[in-house]
């Protein structure tokens, strides 16, 4: 291939380094690399600085040139105590039987395209959830949940006065749905991994999400929804009890 002039490789460089509002030093040159390559194809113009930085992931706000955002979670360590989860919430999963867990890089990308199956599998049956844009390594994109760049707030975040009967209805109506019809159970849903747009529960954080066969599944929904109602609960919302839900949904 012939070499770029001068300048127009120059040019390129400074578009490149633009992408990034801010130099964030926990962004690998890979992962740098393959957020320039998804930039180009979603028309992404700058990445913004990051809105949150939990234990595994980070998640960024993007702008694209119409001023459309999308939120992209980059997977970036992986604990001994993620490792762990992965093998236990991936064994049993015939999804993902032939993964190997030996290779850290690969386990890391193991989590991000599990998080955006669960989200697919979640938003083709009409669960409220980011809709998943694409899955590339250890990048997933999916809608940006709020306003302009601002995130919507988590349902923890929201004043006592938002936090409304209708609100709950709505929560167990997507967790209903989330069971009866995409057969996961969320696995680490509470009042952390919901957020509230217009009024609206969308559920996130799906990755660690199971399928219903799973031995722990049962357990880990009754997990679930007791966090769901004991968050209601405190805050003086009717709810319904968790034996009933349970037996609502075919777990007796
Ligand atoms: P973690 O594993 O770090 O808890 P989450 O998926 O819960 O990862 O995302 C972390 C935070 O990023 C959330 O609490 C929320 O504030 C924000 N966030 C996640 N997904 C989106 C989204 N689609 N749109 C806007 N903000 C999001
Ligand atoms: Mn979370």
New binding site residues.
Partial sequence: MAELPKRIKEEKRRKDEDLFKVVDSTIDSRTYFNLIQIARRLNIEQYLGA??S????R?YPARTYDGKYY?I?IYYTSTAQSKRAIKKYTIGDVRFEDIKVSNTRQLINTWAKKEFKNLTRLYEVGVRV?KPILVYENILV?????EDGL??P?LRELEDNEITQELYEDLIAQIKIMVGKAKLVHGDLSE??V?VYNGQCYI??VSQAIPLEHEEAEKLLRRDIENINNFFKSKGINIKPTDELLLELGFS
């Fill in positions: 809105i949150s939990g234990k595994e992931a998640v939120a979670k980011p999916m809608e940006f949940i709020g995130r919507a988590l952390y991994n957020m996130i954080d």
